[in-house]
């Protein structure tokens, strides 16, 4: 079976950094896109930010410019650098994966367990 397990979340200042890191596990043959989600209290699941295996990245407007995405195709591994932290990213990350785990079968999707990221004003 596949697993993705992330790291890196806690408390931190308003303005502050973290980084995130979601390593997949298993029997994998490609992975193809790596994305990172968020979810507030009371609030809906929301892309932050992927990127595919060629390394083309996307953000949500709300971090573009703070946030920066990368992987480690080697390692299987993304992450998520988040500088100029705002109490509003306040949320626990999810860590998304979309991948193939034998060559010829069709991909599918996975999902960490979520880390959570909080941001005092």
């Known amino acids: 079976q596949v697993q993705l397990v992330e790291s890196g979340g806690g408390l931190v200042q308003a303005g502050g950094s973290l980084r995130l890191s979601c390593a997949a596990s298993g029997s994998i043959f490609s992975i193809n896109v790596m994305r990172w989600y968020r979810q507030a209290p009371g609030k809906g699941r929301e892309l932050v930010a992927g990127i595919t295996s060629g390394g083309t990245t996307n953000y949500a407007d709300s971090v573009k410019g703070r946030f920066t995405i990368s992987r480690d195709n080697a390692k299987s591994t993304v992450y998520l650098q988040m500088n100029s932290l705002k109490f509003e990213d306040t949320a626990v990350y999810y860590c998304?994966?979309?991948?193939?785990?034998?060559?010829?079968?069709?991909?599918?999707?996975?999902w960490g367990q979520g880390t959570q990221v909080t941001v005092s004003s």
């Open positions: 998304y994966a979309n991948l193939i785990q034998y060559r010829g079968s069709y991909s599918a999707q996975y």
